[in-house]
Nanobody, 124 residues
Framework: QVQLQESGPGLVKPSQTLSLTCTVSGASITSEYYYWSWIRQSPGKGLEWMGAKSWSGSTYYSPSLKSRTSISRVTSKNQFTLQLNSLTPEDTAVYYC????????????????WGQGTQVTVSS
């Protein structure tokens, strides 16, 4: 069974950088052809796909967040991380990590395993 677990601070200040880690068990983040994604949901809004790291190490970002987002990984720990900088209160959301299917040509639409989510509040 694939399991994902987000970890990180629950409260951050405006203008700071958010760092979240997703620890994966039951699957390797280097297994073909999976993508490891970050998604968030702000209050009263739908799910927003933020970006993904592929099994091979390629990185994909949402155009609307690309300038503020960085996704990396630590393969020895089977973890991948999200950094989001220049935070504003509009970044307050539940942040999820998930496994996303795909092929050698790119990621698909299916997100089959999710973490439970972690609430992040941006406030001074």
């Amino acid at each position: 069974q694939v399991q994902l677990q987000e970890s990180g601070p629950g409260l951050v200040k405006p203008s700071q950088t958010l760092s979240l880690t997703c620890t994966v068990s039951g699957a390797s983040i280097t297994s073909e052809y999976y993508y490891w994604s970050w998604i968030r949901q702000s209050p009263g809004k739908g799910l927003e796909w933020m970006g993904a790291k592929s099994w091979s190490g390629s990185t994909y970002y949402s155009p609307s967040l690309k300038s503020r987002t960085s996704i990396s990984r630590v393969t020895s720990k089977n973890q991948f991380t999200l950094q989001l900088n220049s935070l504003t209160p509009e970044d307050t959301a539940v942040y999820y990590c998930a496994r996303q299917g795909g092929s050698r040509y790119g990621y698909g639409n299916e997100l089959d395993f999710w973490g439970q989510g972690t609430q992040v509040t941006v406030s001074s």
